[in-house]
């Protein structure tokens, strides 16, 4: 059974939501505010998590970033719940590491079809078996640090191939260039943006069958990066 952890503080949606999951054959966690969630997540670890932004106590973006930097976490999916519009922007423009967002107030059944359509997508990303993440002809050893395409080994730096990991956990997710920075240079390491750009570059280079028309590492306008196998 899918296993549903919904964080809501407003009583009655809170309510309709798990009601909605549970009548869907889902199995329902709840919390009404932030640290209690954020518990929650750590203990259950959900199959799917209904987080809203604006929380008592531990807001949801922090909760975001958490679960996201957590190794035991980071692979749950995420669907944001907002209020306003300039929410939506911290959600895609600081990237949160949110796999869909919804706007209030929705209908059950459009919320009903995002969850769905989430945990779809989420069935298609490569999983961790005996320390690989695969994609398509795309092999990454986590434990050896090694990469091959179909079965030609593919040389990497150190931060091309932790770019790489970072890339392929997160498929189909956009990461921003603020949330790549963190993961792969670490929160202290003051390193210009552009340098993202730049890994990016030369990972295209050694990975992509085209380097100039990228298949498997996107560009998101404005945001970040999209790995899609
Ligand atoms: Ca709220």
Avoid at 40 to 68: F, N, T
Wanted: with cysteine; net charge negative; glycine share 8%.
């Amino acid at each position: 059974m899918v296993k549903v952890l919904v964080v809501e503080d407003e009583e009655t949606l809170l309510h309709n939501i798990a009601e909605k999951l549970r009548s869907e054959g889902f199995s329902v966690l709840t919390a009404n505010e932030g640290e209690s969630g954020l518990q929650k997540i750590k203990a259950e670890v959900p199959d799917l998590i209904i987080l809203d932004i604006m929380l008592p106590g531990l807001d949801g973006l922090s909760i975001c970033r958490m679960v996201r930097h957590d190794i035991n976490t980071t692979h749950i999916p995420i669907i944001m719940l907002t209020a306003r519009g300039t929410e939506v922007d911290k959600i895609v423009g600081l990237e949160s590491g949110a796999d869909d967002y919804i706007v209030k107030p929705f209908g059950l059944g459009e919320f009903l079809a995002r969850v769905r359509a989430v945990l779809r997508r989420v069935e298609g990303r490569p999983v961790i078996q005996q320390d690989e993440l695969v994609a398509n002809d795309l092999r990454l050893n986590l434990t050896g640090r090694r990469v091959f395409k179909g079965d030609q080994e593919i040389k990497l730096s150190n931060k091309e191939f932790d770019l790489l990991t970072e890339l392929m956990r997160n498929r189909s997710a956009v990461l921003s260039r603020d949330l790549i920075l963190t993961k792969v240079w670490g929160y202290d390491y003051f390193v210009d943006k552009r340098t993202v750009d730049v890994h990016i570059r030369w990972l295209r280079e050694k990975i992509e069958d085209d380097p100039s028309s990228p298949k498997r590492i996107i560009t998101v306008r404005g945001v970040g990066y999209r790995f899609e196998g």
